[in-house]
T-cell receptor, first 109, second 117 residues
Framework: GQNIDQPTEMTATEGAIVQINCTYQ??????LFWYQQHAGEAPTFLSYNVLDGLEEKGRFSSFLSRSKGYSYLLLKELQMKDSASYLCAVMDSNYQLIWGAGTKLIIKP | GAVVSQHPSWVICKSGTSVKIECRSL??????MFWYRQFPKQSLMLMATSNEGSKATYEQGVEKDKFLINHASLTLSTLTVTSAHPEDSSFYIC?????????????FGPGTRLLVL
């Protein structure tokens, strides 16, 4: 079966750095996505990785290792507004997105 | 990124009535749109894949006669919840796949919150 695993909840301090991990097992691979979802809102696109390595976009970076079936989202200089759920999703061989359950990130002052 | 709109954003209705939700891609043509449902504190659940000009493909456990999907044009897909019941109360979100040639991803509409009394 297809499976995406990520921690249910994480807590970090404002100004610090946090890494949210995601491991996956899917039938085929056409890219890995990270989305941010604030409570009561729809997800918004953050990043896309299809090749191994690190993609940096401002305070957010995303890493992919296809051989390990592993990705992480790195958030630097955390701000209170970063409190949200972070969803990892993998596009399988049929170009369907397989979703993780999301990681709720709590930022404390 | 691409813009997807949904209407209405909030619906409150009586049990037994039908509710139609519209999903529009505003600045691109979407041959494929997706309908998701999300219950509080749970992950997104794909309900169906909507392809322009053809029948929708429903996920296992989703009643196609209850959740009618029509993708009549390249910019509009509609989801009709027929004979809604309180257990259908949820957050319904559509997404649209960007056109070929662009990075393969989905952009989400803002969601429609349905409350069935």
């Amino acid at each position: 079966g297809q499976n995406i695993d990520q921690p249910t909840e994480m807590t970090a301090t404002e100004g610090a750095i946090v890494q949210i991990n995601c491991t996956y097992q899917t039938s085929g691979f056409n890219g890995l996505f990270w989305y941010q979802q604030h409570a009561g809102e729809a997800p918004t696109f953050l990043s896309y990785n299809v090749l191994d390595g690190l993609e940096e976009k401002g305070r957010f970076s995303s890493f992919l290792s296809r051989s390990k079936g592993y990705s992480y989202l790195l958030l630097k200089e955390l701000q209170m507004k970063d409190s949200a759920s972070y969803l990892c999703a993998v596009m399988d061989s049929n170009y369907q997105l397989i979703w993780g359950a999301g990681t709720k990130l709590i930022i404390k002052p | 990124g691409a813009v997807v709109s949904q209407h209405p954003s909030w619906v409150i209705c009586k049990s037994g009535t039908s509710v139609k939700i519209e999903c529009r891609s505003l600045d691109f043509q979407a041959t494929t749109m997706f309908w998701y449902r999300q219950f509080p504190k749970q992950s997104l659940m794909l309900m169906a894949t909507s392809n322009e000009g053809s029948k929708a493909t429903y996920e296992q456990g989703v009643e196609k006669d209850k959740f009618l999907i029509n993708h009549a044009s390249l910019t509009l897909s509609t989801l009709t919840v027929t004979s809604a019941h309180p257990e259908d109360s949820s957050f319904y979100i559509c997404s649209a796949r960007v056109p070929p040639g662009e990075m393969e991803t989905q952009y989400f509409g803002p969601g429609t919150r349905l409350l069935v009394l």
